[in-house]
């Protein structure tokens, strides 16, 4: 069984950073693909970044890019999405995801944290 750990969430102002990170048991080497989504209050549920395991070629939603960077710890066997200039619309519950049975960002991926919540004030 796998479990998917998410960590460092937070309340903060707008223009600040944050970085989550996510643990899963066993190597992240062992995933094709690990992935961060994320659901805001009565919306539906995006992706955000993935990392493809084979290359350490990086996918970015568009409203995203430039703001938002996602990586790979190989010593520490996490992945992180680091989270800059944030905004209230980056409000949301993040989810970390692994191994995609399908395209990065669309999945659908086998495993799933529990999810860590971000919240943006203006």
């Known amino acids: 069984q796998v479990t998917v750990v998410e960590s460092g969430g937070g309340l903060l102002q707008a223009g600040g950073s944050l970085r989550l990170s996510c643990a899963a048991s066993g190597s992240i080497f062992s995933f094709n693909a690990m992935a961060w989504f994320r659901q805001a209050p009565g919306k539906e549920r995006e992706f955000v970044a993935g990392?493809?395991?084979?290359?350490?070629?990086?996918y970015y939603v568009d409203s995203v890019k430039g703001r938002f960077t996602i990586s790979r710890d190989n010593a520490k066997n996490t992945v992180s999405l680091q989270m800059n200039s944030l905004k209230p619309e980056d409000t949301a519950v993040y989810y970390c995801?692994?191994?995609?049975?399908?395209?990065?960002?669309?999945?659908?991926?086998?495993?799933w944290g529990q999810g860590t919540q971000v919240t943006i004030s203006s």
């Open positions: 990392i493809r395991k084979s290359d350490g070629s990086t």
């Open positions: 995801a692994a191994n995609s049975l399908g395209t990065i960002s669309a999945g659908p991926y086998k495993y």
